[in-house]
């Protein structure tokens, strides 16, 4: 199966159909180019902490992240100490996992120092729309590219954490720069 019908009557990627935070997610957000080295930083991180996770987990826990790291403003994050970090682990708004929490302060000082931005280096790995097909089922969407791959390793170099390609790959697909609603979903026609 690889869309669902909401009750509202839409056709939806088969992966919202579980809970009503998917379909939101994925009418409003999933695919959506999304730019902003911030904006950005927040989707590079909470897709970090979905890590091993259901992404309804980190849904659910959105708010609660945005309260917990300043709004992923970068440079707020970059700033914090080992009091926001002991303040961080203390949270249980959000996933207390010691690793995601520090690779996320890290990468809050890497993204800071970047030449060009974050926003400019991840979309310079999306793939050109024009060269892809629109998947037909789930099963011919990908869980890594070549750009992913690549995005990862550009990351990774820079000295980010937590930025596997599979990772990339979902952020691509959380932030537009590739669009996986496949064939007979009511968004695979915008």
């Not at 809050?108 to 060269?131: C, M």
């Not at 070549?146 to 691509?172: D, H, I, Q």
């Amino acid at each position: 199966m690889s869309v669902v019908i909401g009750a509202d009557g839409l056709a939806r990627c088969a992966w919202s159909g579980s809970a009503p935070e998917y379909n939101a997610y994925h009418d409003d957000e999933w695919g959506r180019p999304l730019h902003g080295d911030d904006a950005l930083f927040e989707r590079l991180s909470l897709e970090a902490f979905q890590s091993g996770l259901s992404w309804i987990t980190i849904l659910r826990k959105r708010p609660a992240f945005r309260q917990a790291f300043a709004g992923f403003h970068i440079a707020s994050v970059a700033a914090f100490g080992p009091a926001d970090e002991q303040r961080l682990l203390a949270d249980p708004g959000i996933v207390r996992n010691r690793m995601k929490i520090e690779a996320t302060l890290h990468n809050a000082r890497v993204a800071l120092e970047l030449e060009g931005g974050l926003s400019a280096l991840l979309w310079s790995y999306a793939p050109d729309a024009a060269t892809r097909t629109r998947p037909a089922t789930m099963g011919e969407v990908p869980a890594t590219t070549p750009e992913s791959v690549a995005m990862a390793k550009a990351l990774k170099k820079r000295g980010l954490r937590f930025v596997g390609p599979t990772t990339a790959y979902a952020l691509m697909q959380a932030t537009g720069m590739v669009d996986d609603h496949v064939a007979g979903c009511h968004r695979a026609a915008l």
